[in-house]
């Protein structure tokens, strides 16, 4: 096993982004109000989140800003609840945009914030900290890769919805579960298991032109807690394996976490699987086991 390393998904950005453009261009007036598995955000409510992450990053990296937020942050929770107020009064106001002028507003933003970002340093301390991560602090490099995860799960809430292909391939794949599975050691921080309890998740390759699996990761039970690694052992104490259009919807808060365990393949020591099932890589609740 490695210890894992910074990733750099900075170029994916602008490619990305002109992906979801050209989609949504391409989509029928009624596509825009199908239901999506982004709770009760449809497609152009999906479509209006994105532009305000476009607009707030620009607005952050470029002129330092930063919107109020309307309330003290004392935890994650009380964060997840100020961003949900902010969310909400936002696709609230977009009602008031056509579909037309969504994709000419997220155009012109989301190719700025590609621009700035792909000009971000990779290292030092970003502003905020990848909470989901369960960090404290993160380095510049982790908050693109937020960015990158929010940019494609909203990306592919969209495709699911309208039934467009999905961006499955290792390209995009591959980064965003690697970044995806730091949220491990925070999903099971407060698990208590016996020091060397290993839990190892890989990834079925995503078509059959790809050769090979996506990972494994594995997370060990130490000393001080859960660490999260590349590799496996050669024999965990449980060993999951997920189908690719699977993990995003684990990590991305589109699978209840029955159904995700009934769609995995689980070997060993099925106890500790149980709290992957409710990881997420997102700022949300911990969902019901529904």
Do not use: C, K
């Not at 792909?118 to 989901?132: H, I, N, R, S, Y």
């Not at 859960?226 to 050669?234: Q, V």
């Amino acid at each position: 096993m490695h210890a894992l390393q910074p990733i750099d998904v900075r170029p994916l950005f602008h490619p990305l982004h002109h992906s979801l453009i050209d989609l949504l261009r391409g989509l029928d007036p009624a596509d825009w109000t199908r239901p999506t598995v982004a709770g009760s955000w449809r497609v152009r409510d999906v479509v209006a989140h994105l532009l305000d992450v476009q607009l707030r990053d620009v607005a952050a990296l470029r002129d330092d800003h930063q919107p109020p937020l309307d309330g003290p942050i004392d935890g994650y929770e009380s964060l997840v609840d100020a961003l949900d107020r902010l969310n909400a009064r936002w696709i609230s106001a977009a009602e008031r945009l056509s579909p037309q002028l969504l994709i000419e507003l997220l155009d012109h933003a989301g190719t700025q914030a590609a621009a700035i970002l792909l000009e971000q340093p990779m290292e030092g301390t970003a502003t905020f900290a990848v909470d989901w991560a369960g960090t404290d602090a993160s380095q510049q490099w982790m908050h693109a890769g937020r960015q990158y995860t929010e940019y494609w799960h909203h990306h592919m809430q969209i495709r699911d919805a309208v039934d467009a292909p999905r961006l499955l391939e290792a390209r995009w794949l591959a980064p965003l579960l690697d970044l995806s599975v730091r949220a491990l050691p925070r999903t099971y921080a407060d698990v208590d298991a016996p020091i060397g309890t290993t839990l190892a998740l890989t990834i079925d390759r995503a078509s059959e032109a790809e050769r090979n699996a996506i990972g494994p990761w594995t997370l060990a039970r130490v000393a001080d807690g859960w660490s999260l690694r590349g590799g496996a052992p050669d024999a965990p104490t449980t060993t999951v394996r997920l189908q690719a259009d699977e993990s995003w919807r684990l990590f991305y808060n589109a699978r209840a976490p029955a159904t995700a365990r009934a769609r995995a393949a689980t070997t060993g020591d099925a106890r500790w699987a149980e709290p992957l099932w409710r990881a997420r890589a997102a700022m949300v609740r911990a969902p019901d086991d529904a």
